[in-house]
């Protein structure tokens, strides 16, 4: 059986915030021609710091719930964790195929049917055509979209979306499942069927990690928990007592 | 499980901000998206179509446009210039061409990562296959243009025989320069934003002063005009072989050494750079 494992040691991640002023040539230019002191000041870049020093593990079968008040880092944290933001200071490995689902209608065509925009996704988080086409029955059986994937995704609820989105996600069979809040917004029915599928997939061997604000969902799906408070890791661990913390810290501010 | 993704063996993936920019990483990254040619051949059909979707003639809306502005250019030049239609045509048809595809790729090239931040910033594709988004989708609407520039040399009996086979290889240059210029301009244009508005202005310029609306021996006695113009290279050597002429040395080699130093200068920024543009997108 595959094991999938994410190892995070001191990852710091900072946004350069380039003020109109410095992002555009003119600025540049000038400060490396006038040179000393003026130079300095303008490179002097000014930084966000979105994760401070995180270093977490998660093991095979971890179901962790990343909570945290807005701008705690949540999205920093999963995007570093996809490989998309590459670390200003530390190490991370991740062992396992990883899928992110941050946005729904990414990368989607409003204007191509259901069936395609499945295999653009697909595509997207990395399957070969073939593979694409080998899942488009299952695929398409767990959206339950029946007729409407032969007709043009613009026509789709923002529900219908995230079913597609959803099914494609998880069919790719990824070691690793990185969620952003969203899936919260669909309706009860498809959410408790999306909970079995996520739980007969996180059974496979797999890590789901899962950012979001819905106590409900955190509870339901999660096993473990990590608070995020400023960028850094606040607290980490078993879900009731990371629970416990962010209650506390949300009454407490 | 039979999963044939799971069959393989677990992709360990390393971020380490001691390692980051190093020359394997940058060439992977170009190698990974060629393997993966799938994804922008996909994209890049995809951007076709959106932008004719619902037209009836769909991207053949190219080469009309096109061919109205040939006609329209060559009708008024050849009159201005006093030159023969017979000869003009022909040439202004396949300069229009090949200037369209270098101009409209350079253009576009600027945003390829800032028009791309969406997907850049929610999937993991390797950076390159943006770059060869543009690349292919630009090489499309250069073939439904080509349209123009066959039955235009059709029109005037013009067969370029064996020497119009050379245009390929004029082709195969334009790739390997199109696509280091693409990705350097991407960078740059993803940092500071002031560069697309800059390059298209400057490619405005630029076709007025590279022989496309008018022949090179107008600029006789102007030749540097000519000859420190790289464009006028890039252009001469697709052009000629069009026409059934060959491409003189000083153009094959003007842009032979432009794809050598081109690439190595990019390698080197891209190999420092790489991992910095999600952040800056």
Redesign the interface.
């Known amino acids: 059986?595959?094991?999938?494992r994410i190892i995070l040691d001191d990852v710091?991640v900072e946004?350069?915030l380039y003020h109109t002023g410095n992002?555009?040539?003119?600025k540049?230019l000038l400060s490396s021609w006038t040179g000393g002191r003026i130079a300095r000041d303008a490179s002097d870049r000014v930084c966000v710091k979105a994760l401070d020093r995180v270093s977490l593990s998660f093991e095979h079968g971890d179901r962790v719930a990343l909570v945290g008040i807005n701008g705690a880092g949540k999205t920093s944290l999963l995007?570093?964790l996809?490989?998309?933001?590459?670390?200003?200071?530390?190490?991370?490995?991740?062992?396992?195929?990883?899928a992110?689902l941050?946005?729904i209608g990414?990368?989607m065509?409003g204007?191509?049917t259901g069936y395609e925009n499945i295999?653009?996704r697909g595509?997207?988080?990395?399957?070969?055509?073939k593979?694409c086409r080998e899942r488009i029955e299952e695929i398409a059986d767990f959206t339950e979209l029946g007729e409407y994937l032969n007709m043009p995704v613009r026509t789709y609820s923002e529900g219908m979306k995230i079913r597609l989105a959803f099914a494609v996600a998880t069919s790719?069979?990824?070691?690793i499942l990185l969620m952003d809040e969203w899936i919260g917004t669909s309706d009860a029915r498809f959410l408790e069927k999306a909970r079995r599928r996520m739980e007969a997939f996180v059974q496979?061997s797999s890590i789901l990690v899962l950012a979001s604000h819905s106590m409900e969902i955190v509870t339901k799906w999660c096993n473990k928990a990590v608070l995020m408070h400023q960028g850094a890791v606040r607290k980490a661990g078993p879900i009731d007592e990371v629970m416990h913390s962010y209650n506390e810290l949300i009454h407490s501010t | 499980m039979t999963d044939a993704l799971s069959a393989s063996p677990v992709p360990v993936q390393v971020a380490d901000a001691a390692q980051a920019g190093s020359l394997s990483v940058a060439v992977s990254d170009l190698t990974e998206g060629v393997r993966r040619w799938y994804v922008w051949h996909r994209m890049g059909w995809q951007d076709i179509r959106l932008r004719y979707r619902r037209s009836m003639l769909g991207p053949f809306w190219l080469s009309i446009s096109m061919g109205i502005m040939m006609i329209a250019l060559g009708v008024l030049y050849s009159s201005l210039f006093k030159i023969n239609i017979h000869d003009y045509m022909p040439f202004l048809a396949a300069g229009l061409v090949v200037w369209g595809l270098i101009s409209t790729t350079l253009i576009e090239g600027c945003s390829v990562f800032i028009d791309s931040e969406g997907l850049i910033r929610n999937v993991s594709l390797p950076l390159s296959t943006y770059v060869y988004r543009i690349l292919w989708r630009n090489l499309v609407v250069f073939a439904h243009n080509l349209v123009v520039y066959f039955g235009t040399a059709l029109w005037f009996g013009i067969w370029p025989g064996m020497t119009g086979l050379l245009s390929v290889i004029g082709l195969l240059l334009f790739i390997i320069n199109a696509t280091w210029a693409v990705l350097l301009m991407g960078i740059l244009s993803a940092r500071f934003r002031d560069i697309p508005p800059v390059i298209s202005s400057l490619i405005q310029v630029l076709f007025f002063f590279t022989p496309v609306i008018w022949k090179p021996e107008l600029a006789a006695d102007r030749a540097s005009l000519i000859h420190f113009n790289p464009f006028a290279h890039m252009v001469e050597v697709m052009r000629a072989p069009l026409l059934g002429n060959l491409p003189g040395v000083e153009n094959w080699l003007t842009v032979v050494i432009m794809a050598v130093v081109g690439w190595y200068v990019t390698l080197r920024l891209y190999m420092r750079l790489r991992h910095r543009i999600s952040y800056w997108v």
Do not use: C, N, W
Request: charged share 20%.
């Open positions: 059986m595959v094991m999938a710091t946004f350069p992002r555009s040539l003119k540049s995007r570093v996809a490989g998309i933001y590459y670390p200003v200071g530390g190490r991370i490995q991740v062992e396992g195929q990883i992110p941050f946005e990414l990368g065509d204007e191509a295999i653009l595509l997207l988080y990395g399957l070969t055509p593979q790719i069979h990824p070691e496979r």
